[in-house]
C-alpha cells in the first residue's frame, strides 16, 4: 500500500530512487530566465521598502513563506530534476534463479499453505506472474538446490525432498554455471535453513567480487506459533556396555510453554527411559539431563523423543538420533595402594562383578612386597608399580590410594603426570594418610596434576565423620547422580552414611569442578570429590578415606547397592574416552547418501608418541556385508595424523575398523560406525532465516524480498546495474507530487488570506 | 627378600620377650588370666585398623577365664597388632583395641572382626541378623580357639545366621595361605590341642571361587600363642607359625 502511494506520488518505485543517481537537466535559456525573473522579483522587492503597512509581522512571514514555497516548488520544475538510471537491457541479461528443493519447504507455514507454494504459483506454468515479469526482461536459468545444486528446466520440476540445504553451495555452483554470460543477477527463493556447517562469507565474498547481486525471497514464518524441538543431544561417541549416561537434550518451543511433556529415549526402537519434563518458556531453549543406560552392544541407534503436541506445525523435529557405539570389552584400569586398608577392599569388590572393567590391583602390604589383583599375567607389576611408560600405559586409568609421593622415582612422577597429560588417562588420587599433602605430593608434577590445591601437610587431622553433599555440578553428574533424578538423588545423599578424612582439602583449583563436598569438625569445608580436565585426560581427587561406609554402616540395607553403583560409575568415567594408540574418528557420526565420509586417524607408539611412518589400512564393511580395504595416508602436516575419505553407495551403517602398524609389528587398530541415511536436519530450526537471507542480499548488493513484496523483484533486479545495461534518463518535474506541493502552498496562502480579511 | 620378610616376626617375638617380665608382672603373672581384669574403652574411629573382640553373652563389663569370648584379652590382640606393625604397612592401633557385639552398630566400621572360643558361643536373634548383614556387606569373621566338643554349638549358631552355609576344608593352595606369608604346611604346631589343627572356612555364595566371609580355625588356639608369645612358654618358631596365620588372615580380610 505504502508502495503504491509512493509510486504514485513519485512516479517510480523506491528502489529506482535507491539505484538511481539524481542530476539536474537545467539548459542555459531556462537559466537566464530564471535569472531574469529572480531580478525582477528583487527590483519588486526593493519598491516596497518604503510601504508601511498595518498587518502584523507574523502575517507577513507566513504570507512570504508560502509564497517562496510555491515559488521554490516551481523553480525545482524549472530545474528539471532528473534520475539517472541503469536499466538491464530486456532479454539480453541472464538471470539465475535458484528455487530451494529441501523438504523444510514443504512446511505449511503459510497460511496453511507450503512454503513450496509461492514458487509453485509465481514461478511455475503460464499464470505465474513473477515469472513472466522475470522472463519479459531477462533469460531466466533455473536451479534447483537441496544437499547439491543442480539445473533444472523449469521450477515444476522440484520435488522439495532434499535433506540438506546448502546455500553456499548452490551460490557457487550458479555463479560458476552462468559465468562468462552477462549476469544481472541471482534470484534465490529459500526458507534460508541452510544446515551445512561450512561458513557462507568466502562465497559472498566472491559474488561481490563478481559484481553478482543476489535478490533473497524468503519464505516462511520466521517463528512458529505452535512448535515443539529437540534441538540437540549431546551424547558420547562410544561407550562401555552397560554404562548409565546422563546426556544433555535441548529443548525449545512455541505455544507450549511452561506444559510438562514425556521425554523418553529408545534404544533401536525399544524404550529404555522416559521422563517428564517441562517445557521452557517462550523464544527459550532448555537443557535436560536425560538418564539411560547403554545395554546392549554394538552400534545403536538411540532415539529422543517427545511426543506428537496438539496443533503442531512441524512434526518431524520432536525427535533427534545419536548413534553411539557401546563396547562390550574390559577396560583396564590400574589400582595401586600403598597400605593394606578397607577403602581398597571395598573399592574392588565394588567393581569385580562389572564384566566391563578390569581394575588390576596392586597392594603395597609392606616395604618392597606386593600383593597383586586380577592380574591378566603372573607377569604384570611382578615388580611393583610400572616403572615405564609402556608399562603404566597400557592402563586406561590410574587409582593411588593412599601412597607417598616419595615412594615414586621423579621420572615415575613424572610418568603419572604424563599418564594423563599425554596418554590421555584418566587419575584418581583416593585420601589416606599418605596421600595428598600428608604424602607429600605438593610441589610433584602428579600434584600439578590434581584438580585440588594441596596445602601444608597435618598428620593429625582428622575431620571426624560429616556428610557428603553434591554440589549443583554433582547433582546432574553421572557419578554422582545416585538416584533416577535430582531430587530423587539429593535426598539419597542426604539419607548416605558420613565419612571422614584424614586430609584436609578445602581448595579446588581453577577450572576444576567440585562434584561432592562436605563440612568438617571444624567446620570448614571439605572437598570429597572434584575433577578437571588436564591435558589429553582427565584427574579426580577424592580426599577421603572410607568410601566404604556407603556400604558397610549398619544402617545401610544389604539390598542397597549405591557404593557399588558409584564405584561402578566412577571408574566407568575414569576410563571412558580415553584415546587407544590408534583412534579414527569421522567428521559426523551420519553423512548424507553420496555424501564422503572423511576418516581421520591418530596413530601413536606404546609410549603415545606420534607415529609417521606406520601403514595405516581402512576395513570398510557396507550395510549389505560388502568390504573393502582403504590406505589411510599420513597427512604431512600434523604427527600422527592420517586421513581417507571415500564415498558410501549404500544406506545404513558401514562398519570402519583401522589397524596400524608399523615394521611389520602392530600399533593398534580402533573401529567406529557411521550411519548414512537422509538426515531430518531439515525440520530443525526450520523457521525462515531472515537475517541470513537479508545478510546474503546486501553482501552481494542485492536485496531482501518477501512473497508480500516479491512483485517488486524484476523492476530491482533491472535497476540494479549489473549486466547489460543502458543508461535510462527519468524526467522527475512531473511528479504528481510537485503539483500538488504547488497547489497546495497556493491553496494555503489564499485560505490565510480569507482568514485574516486580507483578501 | 621373602627370608627377610620371614624374619621380621622372629625379631618381633624377641623383642616382646625382651619386655616379657614386665608384662608378666602387669598381667599379675603368668597364671595371671583366671583374674578378672577390667575391659578398656574402645578406641574412637579414626580410620586407623583397630583389632575388633566380639564378644557375646551378658556384659559384666570385665574380661576373665570364665567368659570365654574374652579367652588371651588384651595381650592376644596387643601383641598380634604390635607384630602387624612391624611387619606390614597396616598402621593399627597396637595398645587400644575394641570389644563390640555384633549387634553394635560400632562393628560395622571395623570389618575384620575377631571371635573367640564360640564353644559356648550364643547369640539373640538380633546378633543373628546383624552378623549376617555383616557377613553379606563384606565382613570378614576370624574364628578361633575352639575343638570338636564346641562344634555342634558353633555350626548351629552359624546356620542360624546363614542357614544356607556350607563349611569348606581348606587346603594350603587356599589363597588366604599366601596372602602375606606363604604358609608352608597347614600341620601348624598346637598350643595344647591334639593335632592336627583343621582351617575352615565359608565361602561367599559358597562359591569357594569367591571371597572367604568366615576363616574357622577349628581345633587349634592360634591366639594363645599371640598372648604368650613374650614369656618365652613355647618356641619362637612355634609363635611365628601362629603369627603368620594371624597375618595373613587380616591381610586377606583387608584385600578380599
Known amino acids: ?759 | 627378600m621373602r627370608r627377610a620378610a620371614a624374619a621380621v616376626p622372629v625379631i618381633g617375638v624377641l623383642i616382646l620377650a625382651g619386655v616379657a617380665a614386665a608384662v608378666a608382672q602387669r598381667r599379675g603373672g603368668f597364671g595371671g588370666r583366671n583374674r578378672r581384669e577390667a575391659i578398656r574403652p574402645n578406641a574412637p574411629y579414626d580410620g586407623r585398623f583397630t583389632f575388633v573382640r566380639v564378644r557375646y553373652g551378658q556384659d559384666y563389663g570385665f574380661v576373665s577365664q570364665g567368659l570365654p569370648w574374652s579367652h588371651d584379652y588384651p595381650a592376644g590382640e596387643q601383641h598380634f597388632m604390635k607384630i602387624l606393625n612391624e611387619l606390614s604397612y597396616l598402621h593399627p592401633h597396637t595398645d587400644e583395641t575394641n570389644i563390640l557385639t555384633f549387634d553394635d552398630p560400632e562393628i560395622f566400621k571395623y570389618p575384620v572382626a575377631y571371635l573367640c572360643e564360640p564353644g559356648g558361643w550364643v547369640m539373640t536373634e538380633q546378633e543373628a541378623v546383624s552378623l549376617r548383614t555383616y557377613l553379606q556387606k563384606g565382613g570378614f569373621v576370624i574364628v578361633d580357639d575352639f575343638r570338636y566338643q564346641h562344634w555342634g554349638n558353633f555350626e548351629t549358631q552359624v546356620l542360624r545366621v546363614l542357614p544356607e552355609a556350607r563349611f569348606y576344608d581348606l587346603e594350603l593352595s587356599s589363597p588366604i595361605f599366601h596372602a602375606f606369608f606363604e604358609i608352608k604346611t597347614l600341620d601348624v604346631p598346637q598350643y595344647y590341642d591334639p593335632p592336627p589343627a583343621i582351617f575352615r572356612a565359608i565361602y561367599e555364595d559358597n562359591d569357594p571361587t569367591k571371597r572367604i566371609m568366615m576363616m574357622i580355625n577349628y581345633n587349634t588356639d592360634i591366639s594363645e600363642y599371640w598372648e604368650w608369645s613374650d614369656t618365652g612358654l613355647k618356641p619362637i618358631d612355634e609363635s611365628n607359625e601362629a603369627y603368620k596365620l594371624g597375618v595373613n588372615y587380616i591381610i586377606y580380610g583387608m584385600t578380599h
Open chain 1, 1 to 759: 500500500m505504502l508502495d503504491k502511494l509512493f509510486r504514485f506520488l513519485f512516479k517510480y518505485p523506491p528502489l529506482m530512487f535507491q539505484q538511481g543517481d539524481f542530476s539536474w537537466g537545467l539548459s542555459r535559456p531556462v537559466l537566464l530566465v530564471v535569472a531574469a525573473g529572480t531580478a525582477t522579483a528583487v527590483l519588486a522587492l526593493l519598491t516596497y521598502r518604503g510601504v508601511s503597512a498595518t498587518d502584523r509581522a507574523r502575517d507577513r512571514v507566513v504570507l512570504v513563506g508560502l509564497r517562496l514555497a510555491a515559488l521554490a516548488v516551481l523553480l525545482f520544475c524549472l530545474f528539471r530534476p532528473t534520475l539517472i538510471l541503469k536499466a538491464a537491457v530486456p532479454q539480453q541479461n541472464f538471470l539465475g534463479v535458484l528455487l530451494d528443493d529441501s523438504r523444510s519447504m514443504s512446511i505449511a507455514d503459510s497460511d496453511g499453505q507450503p512454503r513450496s507454494a509461492f514458487i509453485q504459483q509465481q514461478l511455475d506454468g503460464p499464470n505465474a506472474r513473477l515469472l513472466a515479469a522475470l522472463s519479459q526482461r531477462f533469460v531466466v536459468r533455473f536451479f534447483s538446490f537441496a544437499s547439491s545444486s543442480n539445473r533444472v528446466a523449469a521450477a515444476g520440476n522440484l520435488k522439495f525432498g532434499g535433506t540438506a540445504t546448502r546455500l553456499g553451495q548452490a551460490l557457487d555452483r550458479a555463479r560458476d554455471e552462468l559465468a562468462g554470460l552477462p549476469l544481472a543477477g541471482l534470484v534465490m527463493v529459500s526458507d534460508g535453513a541452510d544446515t551445512s556447517d561450512a561458513a557462507i562469507d568466502e562465497t559472498l565474498a566472491s559474488l561481490k567480487a563478481r559484481s553478482i547481486p543476489v535478490f533473497t525471497v524468503g519464505v516462511g514464518q520466521e517463528r512458529f506459533a505452535h512448535d515443539v524441538q529437540v534441538t540437540r543431544v549431546e551424547t558420547p561417541r562410544s561407550v562401555l556396555k552397560g554404562t548409565a549416561l546422563v546426556v544433555d537434550v535441548v529443548l525449545s518451543q512455541t505455544g507450549y510453554g511452561g506444559q510438562t511433556v514425556p521425554l523418553s529415549v529408545e534404544d533401536d526402537g525399544r524404550i529404555v527411559s522416559t521422563q517428564q519434563v517441562t517445557l521452557p518458556p517462550e523464544g527459550e531453549s532448555a537443557t535436560v539431563k536425560v538418564r539411560f543406560t547403554a545395554a546392549e552392544p554394538g552400534a545403536r541407534l538411540f532415539k529422543f523423543k517427545i511426543p506428537t503436541q496438539a496443533g503442531e506445525q512441524v512434526t518431524q523435529n520432536n525427535a533427534r538420533d545419536a548413534l553411539i557405539q557401546v563396547n562390550d570389552r574390559a577396560e583396564k584400569a590400574l589400582y595401586y595402594e600403598g597400605e593394606p586398608r578397607f577403602e581398597y577392599k571395598f573399592v574392588r569388590r565394588a567393581v569385580e562383578d562389572d564384566k566391563n572393567l578390569q581394575v588390576v590391583s596392586l597392594a603395597r602390604t609392606a616395604e618392597n612386597k606386593y600383593y597383586r589383583q586380577a592380574v591378566t599375567n603372573p607377569d604384570e607389576l611382578i615388580a611393583g608399580f610400572p616403572k615405564t611408560r609402556e608399562e603404566l600405559f597400557q592402563y586406561r586409568a590410574l587409582i593411588l590410594g593412599s601412597v607417598e609421593a616419595a615412594s615414586f622415582t621423579p621420572e615415575q612422577l613424572r610418568m603419572i603426570a604424563d599418564f594423563v597429560n599425554k596418554r590421555g588417562g584418566g587419575l584418581l588420587m583416593l585420601g589416606g594418610r599418605r596421600s595428598f599433602a600428608e604424602g607429600g605430593w605438593g610441589g610433584t608434577p602428579v600434584g600439578e596434576v590434581l584438580p585440588v590445591v594441596i596445602e601444608n601437610a597435618n598428620a593429625k587431622y582428622f575431620s571426624e565423620f560429616f556428610q557428603a553433599r553434591p554440589t549443583r555440578a554433582g547433582s546432574t553428574f553421572p557419578v554422582t547422580q545416585v538416584a533416577g533424578d535430582e531430587k530423587a538423588s539429593s535426598a539419597k545423599w542426604n539419607d548416605m552414611p558420613p565419612v571422614s578424612s584424614v586430609n584436609s582439602v578445602r581448595q579446588a583449583k581453577p577450572g576444576a569442578t567440585v562434584l561432592l563436598t562436605g563440612v568438617d569438625n571444624r567446620r570448614q569445608d571439605q572437598i570429597v570429590l572434584a575433577y578437571q580436565r588436564y591435558g589429553r585426560g582427565k584427574a579426580l581427587a577424592m580426599p577421603i578415606q572410607d568410601s566404604f561406609m556407603w556400604r558397610m554402616d549398619a544402617k545401610v540395607p544389604v539390598a542397597d547397592t549405591t557404593h557399588a553403583m558409584f564405584w561402578r560409575r566412577l571408574i566407568r568415567w575414569l576410563v571412558d574416552g580415553v584415546p587407544e594408540q590408534v583412534n579414527v574418528s569421522t567428521t559426523a557420526d551420519r553423512v548424507e547418501p553420496g555424501e564422503p565420509i572423511k576418516l581421520s586417524v591418530e596413530v601413536l607408539d606404546s609410549a603415545y608418541v606420534e607415529v609417521n611412518d606406520s601403514r595405516v589400512l581402512a576395513k570398510i564393511t557396507s550395510p549389505s556385508g560388502r568390504t573393502a580395504e582403504l590406505p589411510v595416508e599420513w597427512t604431512v602436516t600434523r604427527d600422527g595424523e592420517y586421513r581417507a575419505s571415500f564415498v558410501p553407495d549404500e544406506s545404513g551403517i558401514y562398519d570402519i575398523r583401522v589397524s596400524a602398524d608399523r615394521a611389520q609389528k602392530p600399533l593398534g587398530a580402533a573401529a567406529m560406525h557411521v550411519r548414512v541415511s537422509a538426515g531430518d536436519a531439515e525440520y530443525f530450526d526450520a523457521g525462515m532465516r531472515a537475517p541470513l537471507l537479508r545478510r546474503i542480499a546486501e553482501d552481494t548488493g542485492g536485496r531482501f524480498f518477501t512473497p508480500a513484496n516479491a512483485t517488486a523483484l524484476p523492476e530491482a533486479i533491472s535497476y540494479s546495474g549489473r549486466g547489460v545495461t543502458v543508461v535510462e534518463e527519468r524526467e522527475l518535474w512531473d511528479m504528481p507530487a510537485l503539483f500538488l506541493a504547488l497547489v497546495g502552498f497556493i491553496a494555503a496562502e489564499w485560505g490565510y488570506r480569507r482568514m485574516k480579511g486580507l483578501a
